[in-house]
């Protein structure tokens, strides 16, 4: 096989790509040997090596210990609905998201404070190293993991008041629109920013994925008067779900 200008082992991986996507090699297949990459398309031991790991990274393929390496399953893509502001309702945005779609959604979460990192005071608006109650949440639909979210309120703002803990007291679980107007701060902007990257190691291990996926990253604040008031990550696995903003047209 004549290769041009891409590295060989990229037109390798490509081809076993295409072989994977239009079902040449369904999933739960043994992918090609290296010896059988190498003789097939007449390459080197490394670049065959490197075009496996290149669909390994991609999530196509999967090392199965003593076995070999495997096409996986692909999954079929669901909706994560955003959108955007909400009012008041006394539901948090993944309790609304899953009441709308008619998901069985469930969580677990933790709290604990601790002092700004540079990157949560600047999005904060808070001196560096001024105390933040962290929140961690591991949202589940149907019992599978399908989103981790990390929330930072400003200890000045909620501390020794209701809200001070989102889980917990009268107004536990509720969104922040509704906790913050418990104490007389009027929510009137959120702002959210999508990108991606690589899942963290601890962020893999908890949503079931492998080294190398990509996620998606909900960067999110909430804002009163120009001031932020909490701001979270959401963190979703990309190969399995999608982000989808219904929003108002004005």
Not at 24 to 45: F, K, M
Not at 93 to 111: D, I, K, L, M, V
Not at 215 to 241: L, N
């Amino acid at each position: 096989m004549a290769f041009g200008e891409q590295p060989a082992y990229l037109r390798v991986a490509s081809d076993l790509r295409e072989k994977i996507v239009n079902g040449s090699l369904p999933p739960h297949t043994r992918l090609p040997s290296q010896a059988r990459i190498r003789e097939e398309y007449g390459v080197s031991d490394t670049v065959a090596l490197e075009a496996r790991k290149v669909l390994m990274a991609e999530g196509l393929v999967e090392g199965r210990s003593g076995s070999g390496t495997y096409v996986r399953e692909r999954p079929v893509p669901r909706r994560v609905a955003r959108s955007g502001f909400r009012p008041a309702s006394g539901a948090s945005p993944f309790r609304q998201e899953q009441a709308e779609e008619g998901a069985r959604g469930s969580w677990e979460s933790g709290s604990e404070q601790e002092c700004a990192t540079p990157e949560i005071a600047d999005r904060l608006g808070v001196g560096l190293g001024d105390r933040v109650m962290r929140t961690r949440y591991l949202y589940r639909e149907a019992g599978e993991p399908m989103m981790i979210s990390t929330s930072w309120e400003p200890l000045e703002l909620t501390g020794r008041t209701p809200v001070m803990l989102p889980e917990e007291g009268p107004l536990g679980g509720c969104g922040v629109v509704e906790r913050m107007a418990a104490i007389d701060v009027v929510v009137d902007n959120v702002v959210e920013q999508v990108g991606a990257r690589p899942g963290l190691a601890e962020e893999l291990l908890a949503l079931g994925g492998v080294p190398g996926h990509v996620v998606m990253v909900i960067e999110r604040t909430y804002y009163a008067s120009g001031r932020a008031v909490e701001t979270a990550d959401v963190v979703v696995p990309a190969d399995r779900y999608r982000v989808a903003y219904h929003l108002p047209v004005r």
